[in-house]
């Protein structure tokens, strides 16, 4: 069923299906003409779990795309998908994992640790515990960076950047507490003030390239508040972060000059072997597996389509673009190597699932690079760099699903809504918009709410209305049993957090709400 709504009152539009009450009673008629769609299951059973985009097109006039001329169509099977999946580290075991690390670093600390009652040694122990901490903090850091695939798709890019954030508060407020700690010791060790014991300090190489370093990190920090970086562009905050990678290499020097590292030939070794592998796993994923993918499919913009106002679909093709391993609900950061794009990689999620070795992106006009995405022209290349994103069907739990989107978020809600499992009534997906003439790809999921005999509603009108179609009360009227659903949300950054917010008053559970936010990807 297909409803759109800028009113309280939900007018529906022409049914596409029968309703539900009759389905029992139409079960025991005669079967129908092989014209008419297949019927629903009976109430309470359930059909295989069988993706909708691997049956072959059917000869009827809904499975058909609403403008013939496109390449990329709401019903074409789907590429059949790798055999081998891809893999996921969960974000507990990540937890574990760097929690493990810090736990092995304390034990470090705690082996070469003097008890002591003397203020001066107390300060040092202070300072060295905060120091380890604090270099094996960046190399996390570095490490959540580092975009390895299993880390990306098991844990989401969104919530990898969200950690990256608040782990760079906490390491540098143990670099800043190393710093005192370190200070004061000095002090009370040679008995000099505090401006004499600094400039004594700085005095060793090892400790001004750590203070170097740690002038970068701050410049890497201010900048990365919100305030700041809003006004700031893009290059501007990339370049300043890309200093993080000499502020790490100036800490290195400075910690294999302490005594935790310096003190035994194995600390040191092991040390120097993490630092090694988080640098191979940064070139790697960072440098040589895009340029690799880069020559290995060569990605190129096959055609710019307008989809409404300010919204157009770039369609690209490649070589071999199946064996990226793409799944509905991902994204990647795109490079298009024409004047003005080149520098920057855009992140956008796949509109439509990979065939023909096509990708689909849509885009919507919001600043200067998404502004000349429409004046790309068939031919320019493409870097692509990814997959990324765990916005996928891994993450779904029950049979029933909602997809909750809103503007622009439509594009990898669109992809899901044609590819995750289920039978009729099993996937609904509630579109929120300011006014009609905002709906993208409104043809297209017509057309699949159709074919797969899904519930589709444009919820119609401004944010600031009296009738918030995204209230608990509303929400649990157009989805009665919401409760049991698992709901993938993807829109603008106030919207996402309005309905979060409205999914837990009405009942469902934090886990079952699967987003991903992109002003963090």
């Known amino acids: 069923m297909t409803t759109e709504a800028s009113h309280p009152l939900y007018v529906p539009l022409a049914p596409l299906t029968a309703p539900r009450a009759e389905e029992p009673r139409r079960r025991r008629r005669p079967p129908v003409p092989p014209a008419r769609p297949a019927e629903p299951p009976a109430a309470g059973s359930v059909r295989p779990a069988e993706p909708v985009a691997t049956r072959p097109a059917r000869p009827t006039r809904s499975a058909r795309p609403a403008r013939p001329a496109r390449s990329v169509r709401p019903t ?3 590429a059949a998908p790798s055999a081998a999946p891809a893999l996921r580290l969960a974000p507990g075991r990540l937890r574990a994992g760097v929690a493990a690390g810090a736990g092995a670093v304390g034990l470090l600390w705690g082996l070469q640790a003097r008890p002591s009652a003397r203020l001066d040694v107390l300060f040092a122990s202070g300072a060295h515990l905060t120091g380890l901490l604090a270099g094996y903090g960046v190399l996390v850091l570095l490490l959540l960076m580092a975009r390895i695939p299993a880390v990306e798709h098991g844990v989401g890019a969104d919530r990898l950047a969200r950690r990256h954030s608040l782990g760079g508060r906490y390491v540098l407020g143990l670099i800043a507490a190393h710093a005192v700690l370190a200070l004061c010791g000095h002090a009370v060790h040679t008995h000099a003030d505090l401006v004499t014991a600094a400039g004594d300090l700085l005095s060793y190489g090892a400790i001004a390239a750590a203070t170097a370093g740690t002038a970068l990190l701050v410049a890497v920090g201010i900048t990365s508040a919100r305030s700041v970086r809003r006004r700031l562009r893009h290059e501007t905050w990339r370049a300043v972060h890309l200093g993080a990678l000499l502020a790490a290499a100036l800490g290195f020097v ?6 935790d590292i310096a ?11 993490a630092h090694a592998v988080v640098a191979v796993l940064l070139v790697w994923y960072r440098i040589v597996v895009p340029v690799r993918a880069a020559l290995r499919h060569d990605l190129r913009v096959a055609e710019v389509r307008d989809e409404g ?9 490649g070589r071999g673009v199946d064996r990226l391993r793409a799944e509905p609900g991902q994204f990647f950061r795109w490079r298009f190597l024409r004047r003005g794009l080149w520098a920057t990689a855009l992140p956008f999620s796949l509109s439509a699932p990979v065939r023909d070795d096509t990708l689909r992106i849509t885009v919507k006009a919001l600043g200067d690079h998404t502004r000349r995405v429409r004046r790309l022209r068939p031919g320019t290349r493409v870097l692509a760099t990814g997959p990324f994103g765990a916005l996928t069907a891994h993450r779904r739990t029950r049979r029933k699903v909602l997809l909750l989107a809103g503007g622009v978020g439509i594009t990898p809600l669109r992809a899901l809504f044609e590819t995750l499992p ?3 009534g099993d996937v609904t997906l509630l579109y929120r918009a300011s006014d009609s003439s905002s709906v993208v790809l409104r043809e297209e999921l017509e057309a699949i709410a159709r074919e797969r005999r899904a519930d589709l509603h444009f919820l119609l009108g401004p944010s ?8 608990p009360r509303a929400l649990r009227n157009l989805v009665p049993d919401l409760a049991a659903h698992d709901v993938y949300l993807c829109g603008p950054p106030a919207m996402a957090r309005a309905a979060t917010a409205s999914l837990r008053r009405a009942g469902v559970p934090a886990s079952r709400i699967h987003s991903e936010d992109f002003d963090h990807a």
Do not use: K, N
């Not at 035994?264 to 120097?272: F, M, P, Y």
């Not at 600031?464 to 209230?471: E, G, N, W």
């Open 76 to 78: 074409d099977p789907v």
């Open 422 to 424: 289920g039978g009729p």
């Open 263 to 273: 003190g035994g030939l194995l600390t040191r070794w092991l040390w120097s072997l």
């Open 309 to 317: 106002p300010g919204v157009v679909s770039v369609l690209i093709r």
């Open 254 to 259: 400075h910690q294999l000059a302490g005594p």
């Open 464 to 471: 600031d209305d009296s009738f918030d179609p995204l209230a």
